[in-house]
Every structure is written in C-alpha cells, then in structure tokens.
C-alpha cells in the first residue's frame, strides 16, 4: 500500500530565505504525486503535481517539486519565501494512473518570519 | 480544471440530529467520489470511496451506519451524518474522480461540522 511521509511536521523560514519541504514516499508501482496547501479554514488548493514525464515539476505561486525515483522522494521548493507562503502543506500519492484515493502525509506547519 | 462543490460549507447542529453533506461534480461526470475527515491541525484521512450505484466501501474503522454514503447520481454523492455527536465535529472534504485514466481527483472546499 502507498505511504507519503514528511519529515518536519513544522517548518520556519525568513522571508525571502529558500523554502524547502521534504515528502518521501511508499509505493508499488509508478506513483503519482501531489502537493497541496491549505490556509486556515480552507480546503485544499493543489499547488502541482507529478504523473509521468519531466520529473522536475512547475506549480503555482513559485513552487516546484522534483520526483526523484531512486530516492523515493517529492521534495517542494521555492527560492523565496513570502509572508503569504505560510500555511499548512501535505504531499499525497496515488497509484494506477491515479485510480487510488490520495493517500496523505501529515502535513508541514510553514511558518515565515519578517 | 474542474469543479467540484460541497454543500453545505457550514453546519452546526445538535447532538442526536442527522446532517446530509452533498457533494457535487460541477462539469464533470464522476463514476467516483472519495471522502476525507480532517480533524483541527491533522491530516486528510479517506472515509469511504463512493461508486455511483452502488454501495460504498468504507475504510477499517469508520462506522458505515453513522456515515451513511449514497452515490445516485454521475455528479452527485451524499455523506449523511446520523446521530451526530461532538466527537464527530470535524472538516468533511469530498473529491471526485474522473472516469477514464489517466484519473484526475478534483477536491470540494470542504464542509465544517459542529456538533453542539
């Protein structure tokens, strides 16, 4: 069964600093692959997302992720970070071409600092 | 990219009472749904997946008589609540799937329910 683990259930960074959040993950066969955000009260807004192809991926407000097979990884990048970055951020995976529900990590608190 | 709505986004209700969440695939026919509960400051975690008629597949643990899912319709899935209590005060999020592959999974904004 797929697992999406993510290391650091809080992050802090100053403004303007690199954002990095690590996502690895557990699958038996080609994954897909996805960050979301989530503000307070809010549902979720997909930031990108990975299926096939170039493995460095692009998303909005600045982000990218890159699928790293031999390391099972999806890390989530953004060279600088902005007050309006902090909010909660989960990674998810599906199997089979997207078939399986998304299957979530426990999130990572985003804090940014002035 | 596709739409897909909750209603309603806010409900309070008393302990015992029943709430009907409905979540809707806006342009897109949806053969299947899938529902998350979110508890404050936690993860998604999937309740149940819904196929639209028939009955729905509930995960280890979630009590199928008290989330009563129903799928009647290619754009339209159920979550009814019944006999609500505290313990079940929670963030309710629906996705719907596309139904041929490559899937896409589009997410609802979300229904908060409090039960007083």
């Known amino acids: 069964a797929q697992s999406v683990t993510q290391l650091g259930s809080h992050v802090s960074v100053s403004e303007g600093a690199l954002v990095l959040l690590r996502c690895n993950y557990s699958s038996s066969v080609p994954p897909y692959l996805f960050w979301y955000v989530q503000y307070p009260n809010q549902g979720l807004q997909l930031l990108l997302k990975y299926t096939t192809g170039a493995t460095l991926v692009k998303g909005i407000n600045g982000f990218e992720a890159e699928f790293k097979k031999s390391e099972t990884s999806f890390h989530l990048t953004k060279p600088s970070a902005h007050m309006s970055d902090a909010a909660e951020y989960f990674c998810a995976v599906s199997e089979f071409s997207g078939n399986t529900p998304l299957v979530f990590g426990k999130g990572t608190r985003l804090s940014v600092i002035a | 990219g596709a739409v897909v709505s909750q209603h309603p986004s806010r409900v309070i209700c008393k302990s015992g009472t029943s709430v009907k969440i409905e979540c809707r695939s806006l342009?897109?026919?949806?053969?299947?749904m899938f529902w998350y509960r979110q508890f404050p400051k936690q993860s998604l975690m999937l309740m149940a997946t819904s196929n639209e008629g028939s009955k729905a597949t509930y995960e280890q643990g979630v009590e199928k008589d008290k989330f009563l899912i129903n799928h009647a319709s290619l754009t339209l899935s159920t979550l009814t609540v019944t006999s609500a209590h505290p313990e079940d005060s929670s963030f309710y999020i629906c996705?719907?799937?596309?139904?041929?592959?490559?899937?896409?999974?589009?997410f609802g904004p979300g229904t908060r329910l409090t039960v007083t």
């Open positions: 996705s719907a799937r596309t139904g041929t592959p490559p899937y896409e999974q589009y």
């Open positions: 342009d897109f026919q949806a053969t299947t």
